[in-house]
């Protein structure tokens, strides 16, 4: 068995290179296409665009590789069934779940690779290219920091702290406003439960000014609602928020237990929390649907139908899994359920192919 599992493991791996590769330089090629006008009226440099388009591989990898797991595994078992393969290994009395063992394990390691590629190099490498078509390329200005699971930003008008930017509502929460005088001394305050983007203005809810003047007691003022002319916009924030793509599993944990700690709603990121780790799993789902539609017949000569077929099954998960997020996200279900929505069902779905194998 050795030698088999040799072989297969090597027929699979120089697939799955190949494969990938192809994704990887499509994916590319289109990203290139769409953003080139972008470049060429900010006047971007080929290195601009050479490390940009390099910072993207990493994302790009751990998006396509349930993709090209699928794919491999439909190219690897569908030749050894054109080439009667299969029959030969059963007729030497080995199981056809025996010889997915090689594949199944492949699958398990490419799981924990997503994973560990999400959590320690994608959010770097989103945050690099970002940086270089927002500040590099578009010549926006950063003029804060997402520290410590806040936002901290030097305004024109003083320095703001937000505790939670949603950039899909373009809503501020946990909002202190520190205006400064000439003299860099504090003359105001303004705490806010939240604030949002309405008709080019900041409208503050629930909020509490402080005013400082000097040899006198702070004056407090209570509003409902409070208007306030700042110079920065929704698009200015941006910059600094940073959103789930851009974090690990660990780091979104800790945000997430800070907004809760302090009273904010964080269903929506707990719905993205738990999709963390659902979606590197399904290698090995689609990795079983794979392997499925290729031994259902020792001769199969279908290997078109086969690829066929289990793509659309395959790419199919990702939209039950863009639902099953959305529903989350919105708490229409529960966050946990969520995200495992598509992994549960197509666990089933694969579960039946596999059984059904004539072994």
């Keep these: 068995m050795k030698i088999l599992d040799r072989y297969l493991t090597v027929e699979y791996l120089r697939n799955l290179i190949l494969v990938t590769g ?84 492949i699958a398990v390691l490419i799981s924990l690779s997503i994973f560990f590629l999400n959590e320690w190099i994608t ?19 950063s003029l804060g920091t997402f520290k410590q699971d806040q936002i901290w930003y030097r305004g024109q008008k003083g320095i703001y702290n937000f505790k939670l930017f949603d950039v899909q509502s373009n809503r501020l929460r946990g909002i202190t406003i520190y205006h400064m005088g000439p003299d860099m001394s504090l003359s105001m305050r303004i705490d806010a439960e939240w604030g949002e983007w309405q008709d080019g203005r900041w409208q503050l809810h629930n909020v509490l000014v402080t005013r ?35 974090m690990g599993y660990s780091e979104l944990k800790r945000y997430i237990g800070k907004l809760q700690s302090e009273g904010f709603d964080a269903t929506r990121y707990m719905a993205d929390l738990h999709g963390k780790i659902a979606f590197p799993l399904v ?7 794979g392997m499925a539609f290729s031994l259902r017949s020792e001769r199969s000569g ?31 279900i529960p966050p946990l359920p969520a995200a495992w929505l598509g992994n549960i069902l197509f666990s089933i779905i694969s579960a039946v192919l596999l059984y059904r194998i004539k072994t």
């Excluded at 290698?283 to 649907?289: D, E, F, G, P, Q």
């Excluded at 279908?302 to 708490?331: E, K, N, P, T």
Aim: proline share 4%; charged share 15%.
């Design 22 to 105: 192809c994704f990887v330089a499509l994916f590319l090629i289109i990203d290139f296409f769409e953003k080139i006008r972008m470049f060429l009226t900010n006047n971007a440099t080929l290195a601009q665009m050479a490390a940009f388009f390099l910072y993207r591989i990493p994302m790009i990898v751990s998006q396509i590789l349930p993709a090209s797991t699928l794919l491999t595994a439909l190219m690897t078992y569908g030749y050894l069934s054109r080439h009667s393969e299969i029959v030969a290994v059963k007729a030497n009395g080995i199981s056809l779940y025996r010889l997915s063992l090689p594949v199944l394990t």
């Design 123 to 141: 959010p770097y490498t989103n945050q690099k290219s970002e940086y270089i078509r927002l500040i590099e390329v578009q010549k926006r200005q």
């Design 212 to 246: 400082f003047k000097a040899g006198e007691f702070p004056l407090l003022e209570n509003h409902n609602q409070y208007l306030i002319d700042l110079p920065e916009k929704p698009d200015d924030f941006k910059i600094v928020q940073k959103n789930v793509e851009t």
């Design 283 to 289: 290698c090995v789902i689609l990795a079983v649907i």
């Design 302 to 332: 279908g290997i078109a139908q086969g690829i066929g077929i289990g793509l659309l099954i395959g790419f199919s998960y990702w939209l039950v899994f863009a639902f099953g997020i959305s529903l989350g996200r919105s708490g229409a």
